[in-house]
């Protein structure tokens, strides 16, 4: 008899972006005519820049050719683009990494929910609150997490990130945590964290003994000099912090896939025993039996974001977001509401108005203005009472979506 895997059936049914897209097809079911603009969920919508696409031509010509073509790859990626990472991401700002540090992913969703994999069932997690679901659900999956009760989970620390403490989250007191996961600039709230505050949480790790997993997946976002773009600007970071990144947002990638995650040799995890193991090489033993590498062309199109004509591109494209999300920031606060984030990160962390909870707020918006937010509390129990925007929609919608949001609110 074939057994299920049982923790995969505590798993909450409800993911956040069916449930709105259900929601919105209710709405267009009543009112077939209605033009419904989404900054909701959060998907790009720029084309992939031209030395992106040329590089994958490339690519492309040369798999066609018997010199030329390439069939599995190595697991931790192709040099060129492991040596264009050191140089262009992490020299320029003093870290200094060695190329087996670096391991190219298929995106960092796949890395950020299959790296728990490494450690023991019973480490106690931290996530901020809210969060991207997949840090709690890849735990979930293993049995991690206790029982969900009253919206969270039993064997989970969240630690709030709200208004109230200026989205910068306490360090844990009482039972320590072991693994901690962390993302700045930070989706959904969009907001940031400061090196002094960041020192903390590897003090934090250091003390404890505790892993820091730290999701950067939007570092290309950032604009204030001072806001660190990776974990290692940090002393200390290199002996208790893996840390992922995405082309996917800085790139367009989220079709393409690939991105990268770093786990220093210093890093390592303890048996009952007390040994020390390594996790740099167990997770190249793990993604050499699971994985056979991110595609060729993927990774030459990956490289090409660090021409100059790639970064250059690339920042026109990002700098187009972040004009949206300025907009939306000054529009939305005209309007009178209260909104946080959007400065370095292309996310808007609305407040609800008068107390509406995130769901009702959602439904209001959407009949009285045909715009589609992200309810803030399917990204944990402190995302109640917030709504999340994106900014990655084109200027058109964008600003349609914010004369209908003034036009309702008079
Ligand atoms: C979008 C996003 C990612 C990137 O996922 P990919 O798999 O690389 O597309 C990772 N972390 C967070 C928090 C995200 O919002």
């Given amino acids: 008899m074939a057994l299920v895997n049982t923790h995969f059936l505590n798993l909450q049914n409800n ?8 929601k919105v097809n209710a709405f267009k079911v009543m009112h077939p005519k209605a ?28 798999m066609s050719t018997a010199d030329g073509f390439r069939g599995y790859g190595p697991e931790q990626g192709y040099d060129f683009l492991r040596e264009a990472i050191l140089k262009n991401d992490f020299r320029p700002r003093g870290i200094h990494l060695d190329i087996d540090e670096v391991f190219i992913n298929d995106g960092a969703k796949s890395d950020t929910g299959n790296f ?3 450690l023991h069932w019973d480490n106690f997690i931290g996530v901020t609150d809210p969060i991207y679901p997949v840090y709690i659900d890849s735990n979930v999956m293993i049995g991690r997490c206790g029982i969900y009760q009253d919206g969270r989970w039993t064997n989970v620390r969240y630690m709030p990130t709200t208004a109230e403490n200026g989205f910068v989250p306490e360090i844990p007191q009482g039972r320590p945590v072991d693994v901690i996961y962390l993302c700045y600039p930070n989706n959904p709230t969009g907001t940031v964290i400061t090196k002094q505050e960041l020192r903390k949480w590897i003090n ?12 950067a997946a939007y570092q290309a976002y950032i604009r204030d000099p001072e806001i660190p773009r990776s974990i290692y600007e940090i002393r200390g970071a290199r002996k208790c912090a893996v840390e992922f990144h995405s082309y996917s947002k800085t790139a367009g990638f989220t079709g393409i896939r690939c991105g990268y ?16 193991i390594p996790l740099n090489q ?42 949206n999300a300025s907009r939306l920031l000054n529009t939305l606060r005209s309007v009178g509401y209260e909104c946080y984030g959007g400065e370095n990160a292309p996310y808007i962390w609305m407040r609800t108005p008068d107390g509406m909870t995130s769901w009702s707020f959602f439904e209001s918006l959407l009949y009285g203005a045909n715009v589609v937010c992200t309810p803030g509390v399917g990204f944990g129990p402190s995302g109640e009472g917030y709504v999340r925007f994106t900014a990655f929609g084109t200027h058109e919608r964008t600003l349609e979506a914010l004369e209908r949001i003034k036009r309702w609110n008079r």
């Fill in 15 to 22: 993911y956040l972006f069916a449930d709105v897209a259900k």
């Fill in 35 to 62: 033009d419904i603009i989404s900054l909701g969920i959060g998907d790009v919508t720029q084309p992939l820049c031209p030395a992106v696409i040329e590089a994958m031509h490339k690519a492309v010509d040369e």
């Fill in 116 to 118: 728990q994999e490494l």
């Fill in 204 to 215: 934090y790790a250091l003390k404890n003994d505790a892993l820091i997993l730290y999701d």
């Fill in 261 to 276: 995650t770093i786990v220093p040799k210093e890093v390592s995890v303890a048996t009952f025993e007390g040994e020390r």
């Fill in 282 to 323: 167990l997770w190249l033993r793990r993604q050499c039996t699971k994985f056979n590498g991110t595609s060729y062309v993927s990774q030459r199109a990956a490289e090409a974001i660090y021409t100059p004509e790639g970064k250059r591109q690339v920042q026109q494209t990002i700098d187009y977001y972040m004009e």
